[in-house]
């Protein structure tokens, strides 16, 4: 940014938040202002603290699974899946294959739901409201697949350390396709009011840019670091549960401003649907769990396990000490590495720029927060 | 499901890179585990920088990305033990930095190797209480600044006031 302003503006220091609009949850973020410009800004976080990885130590295995629903609780479904195949790769436990690909179904509607309510809060916040309408109500038949699976809607507790709770009700693969078919023409729906809308183009083109470089030695992860061109996706890299038989394309950026966050994760949701759409035809019959110890007990030694969750790489680390409780749980939450790189985005912007790349970063505090 | 994981866990075999470390810090290793497909080290203290930064400029490793730091906490030794997850973005595989301190002391600062390192030294700080060495802005993040004690400690109750 030029130094285009008036010689006698003060340096002035601004809060936002902790209670406001944009900010998604309780985020606060000082700013050091000149004029309109943010010249510094500390990103304030810890108000929405609950202390799970300390209540992690005080619950069995099992026990553990409920609260991770409470970690990004826009995509309950992927930290369980996180932190079920962290246990299973301590214990050496083998999923059976049907089991695999209903998590792999779930999971990426999940991740549908998740860029849904990203979309939607996103166009809000910058002011295009009919986007979050249309958004939400697609999500809402997501969430209508996720009670008739499981009974819960949003904190799903989804899956068993071995494989599942029950199958799929009788209806669900119907239900499922018959979304997966309509759904790409909403996504369209989306992409004609905002792709080459003029005012989404001003407020997103150009702002926030973030190099591929410092992206990675910020430890960027997700669709925020694809955005700058960077090509790593878990599922692709290191795939886990059955993404290695599944065919998908990676979408990244080339800028790493707004907009191309905006892009890939549109064309995430479209990737979505063709690894449903295959997963639904290659899904065989057969046990749904795998035979686990009545008692969970892994051995002694530690593990990390991470996933591509929506917001990024999810990562649990395990330690066990033998015993019915871990022993030490930290989880890697993306938003938390994600959110680092504010700082960095919004330096020379303007503060109704602000609005608009937290929105990008698509940050949900209770993982930040943990 | 794991196979994929053990497969990749390096680039051909790990005794490679313990070679090669072995051979630039002769006495940096104190510990090397392979366990679950996932590669180990524990380092001395005094090598954390020298080996953070071989890991990731060596053209074979290439351990570009910092996922996570954590520490961990063992009462009955007084200890603890700062873990270290490093990935390569390039060649996709993982590896796992130990260092084992006693409480009380301190521990160099990755920040400049990885910026990423900022806010994860700062939660370690936070939670486990242990001081990084050279860290820009060492202090709380998630709990407030004036809070007592250091939660993910082991001695540190459950519930209760502080105090």
């Known amino acids: ?370 | 499901m794991n196979n994929q994981n053990e497969k990749k866990a390096l680039p051909e075999n790990y005794e490679k890179v313990i070679n090669k470390i072995n051979n630039i810090f002769s006495t940096a290793i104190i510990e090397k585990k392979f366990d679950r497909g996932e590669l180990t080290l524990t380092v001395k203290p005094e090598f954390l920088i020298p080996v953070a930064e071989f890991l990731k400029e060596e053209p074979e490793l290439k351990f570009n990305f910092l996922s996570d730091i954590c520490a961990v906490h063992f009462p009955k030794e007084k200890e603890f033990e700062v873990v270290y997850n490093l990935y390569s973005i390039i060649f996709h595989h993982r590896i796992r930095l130990k260092v084992r301190i006693k409480e009380g002391e301190s521990i160099t600062s990755l920040t400049r190797v990885w910026s990423a390192a900022n806010w994860l030294e700062r939660e370690v700080y936070d939670m486990s209480g242990i001081t990084f060495d050279g860290h820009p802005n060492l202090k709380r993040i998630l709990l407030s600044g004036d809070w007592k004690g250091h939660p993910l400690r082991k001695d540190y109750p459950l519930s209760g006031k502080e105090e």
Not at chain 1, 1 to 14: A, C, F, S, V, W
Not at chain 1, 133 to 152: N, Q, S, T, V
Not at chain 1, 246 to 258: A, K, Q, W
């Open chain 1, 1 to 370: 940014m030029g130094k285009t302003y008036l010689e006698h503006t003060k340096e002035i220091i601004m809060n936002m938040g902790p209670q406001h609009p944009s900010t998604h949850g309780v985020l606060r973020i000082k700013l050091w202002l000149d004029g309109e410009t943010v010249v510094k800004s500390e990103p304030i976080i810890g108000y929405l603290h609950r202390g799970i990885e300390k209540l992690a130590e005080y619950r069995t295995y099992t026990q553990f699974m409920p609260i991770t629903d409470r970690l990004d609780y826009v995509s309950a479904a992927s930290n369980n899946l996180a932190w079920v195949q962290a246990v299973e790769k301590l214990m050496g436990i083998e999923v059976p294959r049907r089991a695999d690909f209903i998590r792999v179904i779930i999971t990426e509607l999940m991740r549908i739901a998740n860029h849904l309510v990203w979309l939607g809060t996103q166009a809000n916040d910058i002011g295009a409201v009919t986007v979050l309408l249309y958004c939400f109500r697609e999500r809402e038949e997501i969430l209508d697949i996720f009670e008739m699976f499981c009974g819960a809607r949003l904190t799903l507790n989804a899956f068993r350390i071995g494989g599942l709770a029950h199958d799929i009700p009788p209806g669900f693969k119907e239900k499922v396709r018959d979304f997966i078919e309509r759904f790409p023409k909403y996504i369209d729906d989306y992409e004609r009011l905002l792709s080459e809308n003029r005012i989404w183009l001003q407020r997103t083109k150009n702002i926030g840019i973030i190099t591929a470089e410092e992206a990675i030695d910020l430890g960027l992860s997700g669709p925020s670091l694809r955005a700058s061109g960077v090509k790593w996706d878990i599922r692709k890299s290191n795939p886990y549960a059955v993404y290695d038989e599944l065919e998908f394309d990676i979408p990244t950026g080339e800028v790493g401003d707004v907009y191309d966050r905006y892009k890939v994760r549109i064309e995430e949701m479209r990737q979505s649907v063709r690894i449903i759409k295959q997963a639904l035809e290659m899904m065989p019959d057969g046990e749904i769990r795998a035979k686990v110890p009545r008692i969970i007990k892994p051995p002694p030694g530690e593990v990390y396990h991470s996933i591509e969750a929506p917001k990024g790489e999810l990562g649990f680390y395990i330690v066990s000490d033998g015993s019915t409780m871990p022993y030490r749980v930290k989880i890697r939450a993306p938003s938390f590495v994600n959110l680092q790189a504010l700082s960095k985005m919004i330096e020379g912007h303007l503060v109704a720029d602000i609005v608009a790349i937290i929105g990008s970063i698509d940050i949900v505090l209770g993982e930040v927060d943990r």
